[in-house]
């Protein structure tokens, strides 16, 4: 798994509209485990397959991804992704990484299980497969043996193997969240306080 002078970097993408703990405690779970010197966490700019809603403001999403990572000092925010104008891809995103930081740097991409569902959707997945390993967190709710085949064929098609990560059953998702503060139910105790107070202070998610 990656040569021992490695420098391991955790890459955790997102939407975050809005960041929570199911993201936060994830990607604390995977760092652990491959013990990796920090995760960056990527807030998309104009992620291709999410045109169905309108994404909140990409300020708010960064300043939200800031306020939830300031208290972890393994945690890093990145607008790498921000900054483009128009459609923004992981495969481009690794690559500039990789650019950046150089041969000394082994990267680890986390996602959901879900994320992991549709990898072979992504532009350029066998380029991308190559820059990168892939952590895929088990998500609540999903059925396992999907995912199991999908990585049994991962590896058949690209002899790529995913790194699988039980993280502790968290249900939470920003969708959720989005119909919570729009139905005034509590979000308390979901993403951090904050976060709570941040999307309160600018009125995010009200119908
Ligand atoms: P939405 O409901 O709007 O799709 P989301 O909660 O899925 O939001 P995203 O920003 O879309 O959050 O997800 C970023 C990454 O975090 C994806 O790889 C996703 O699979 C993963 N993820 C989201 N929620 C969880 C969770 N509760 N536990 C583990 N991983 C999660
Ligand atoms: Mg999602």
Redesign the pocket.
């Known amino acids: 798994m990656g040569q021992n002078n490695h420098i391991k970097v955790g890459i955790m993408?997102?939407?975050?509209?809005p960041i929570?703990y199911?993201?936060l405690a994830?990607a604390e779970a995977v760092r652990y485990k491959f013990n990796l010197s920090r995760v960056i966490f990527v807030p998309s700019g104009n992620p291709p397959h999410k045109v169905a809603r309108a994404i909140t403001d990409k300020k708010h999403r960064y300043l939200m991804t800031i306020l939830a990572t300031v208290t972890n000092p393994s945690f890093e925010v990145s607008t790498i992704e921000l900054n483009k104008e128009g459609y923004t891809y992981t495969v481009d995103t690794m690559k500039e990484f990789k650019n950046l930081y150089g041969e000394n740097f082994e990267f680890y991409f986390i996602?959901?299980a879900?994320?992991i569902l549709e990898i072979l959707t992504w532009r350029d997945i066998d380029t991308l497969l190559n820059l990168c390993h892939f952590v895929a967190?088990t998500?609540p709710g999903f059925n396992n043996k999907d995912l199991d085949d999908k990585l049994e064929y991962i590896k058949g098609k690209y002899g790529k193997e995913i790194f699988k990560v039980e993280?502790p059953s968290?249900a939470?998702?920003?969708?959720d969240i989005r119909r919570r503060v729009a139905k005034e139910e509590p979000i308390k105790y979901l993403l951090p306080e904050a976060v709570e107070r941040y999307i309160q202070k600018n009125h995010l998610y009200r119908e």
């Not at 993408?13 to 509209?17: A, H, M, R």
């Not at 939470?172 to 969708?175: A, E, L, Q």
């Open positions: 993408g997102g939407t975050f509209d929570h199911g993201h994830t996602t959901g879900d994320a967190a998500r993280v968290l939470i998702s920003s969708t």
